[in-house]
């Protein structure tokens, strides 16, 4: 187990500096100079130039890379051109409200899905399964600035129970994340049907119902528990996902967190900016999947890291 995870820390390491790479050299072969975006469309060439200059622009683009490298190691990600601040603050800051996003769209996930996908299998080919599949079906394939919008309609202009937009607490992030989640949990319940049928065919499952054990017992002990790897898998790149921003749902909803930051970012051309929130997305993609990894061996003993 040591020695896997070691060689998956490893692995990590070298996505990042991967990821680094590619987002530095797509950052810099955008058509536009960060320096005039800054100064504005007007300013006259010598002060475009003089911020050139200062932000080490002018450098090749071998050293401006090992610079930006050398400062990730050291924990600094720049400083947003255009708000002028620190973009490990600006993360930080926004974080909190990304994080409640993400936890509770996690969770409406779960809560809707997992029971659909025990339900569409255990009823397999039934009524019930072929109107929950066709709803996770339409769930699926509805884009989520659709559900947004009318969920905001709905929900918080006309019944007025939740806030429309904005960040606040608690009551601000239901919305968005009801939004992520309606789609979200479609996945996981396709997933964990297919799995379910899957395992419910198996001889441990005939076993255990010849030995007498109560319908539930067998689905909720014995099938669910493997069932779930699939799901698992999913769920650790939707976490990370999640915890890195949510871009469009946070923007249609006014929600200040990472991916609203990172909306922002890319509208005003700021570099440093969004090149640090891919790369703090990335790192969440790769310890929950460092972590999804490590999980799979405590959900199904079975699988083996030698």
Do not use: C
Not at 139 to 161: A, N, Q
Not at 217 to 244: E, K, S
Not at 280 to 297: E, R, S
């Amino acid at each position: 187990m040591v020695s896997y995870i070691i060689r998956r820390i490893f692995g990590a390491l070298i996505v990042l500096l991967g990821v680094s790479i590619i987002t530095f050299l797509l950052a810099y072969a955008v058509p536009a100079d960060p320096a005039r975006a800054i100064v504005g469309p007007h300013a006259p060439e010598y002060l475009v130039l003089q911020i050139r200059k200062q932000l080490g622009l002018d450098e090749p683009l071998p050293i401006q890379y090992i610079h930006y490298l050398g400062n990730i190691l050291r924990g600094n990600l720049g400083t947003s051109y255009v708000l002028n601040q620190s973009v490990t603050s600006l993360i930080g800051q926004r974080i909190g409200a990304t994080g409640l996003l993400a936890g509770l769209a996690f969770v409406f996930e779960l809560i809707i899905g997992i029971p659909i996908g025990i339900l569409t299998a255990l009823r397999d080919r039934k009524l019930t399964d072929h109107v929950l599949s066709t709803g996770a079906l339409i769930g699926i394939s509805l884009p989520v600035f659709f559900v947004g919008l009318e969920l905001m309609y709905w929900v918080g202009f006309r019944l007025g129970w939740l806030p429309i937009g904005g960040t606040g607490g608690i009551l601000f992030a239901i919305l968005p994340a009801l939004t992520y989640a309606i789609t979200g949990a479609a996945y996981y319940a396709r997933l964990l049907k297919s799995s379910m049928i899957d395992v419910l065919n198996q001889d441990y499952i005939r076993t255990a119902k010849a030995k007498g054990a109560s319908p539930l017992r067998v689905v909720m002990r014995h099938a669910l528990r493997n069932a779930l790897i699939p799901a698992l898998t999913y769920a650790g790149t939707d976490v990370a996902a999640l915890l890195g921003g949510v871009v469009v749902i946070e923007d249609i909803f006014g929600y200040s967190g990472v991916g609203q930051l990172a909306f922002q970012a890319i509208g005003n051309l700021d570099v440093p900016l969004i090149m640090g929130t891919v790369l703090f997305a990335t790192v969440f993609v790769v310890i929950f999947n460092l972590i999804v990894d490590i999980l799979y061996g405590i959900v199904d003993p079975r699988i083996s890291y030698s």
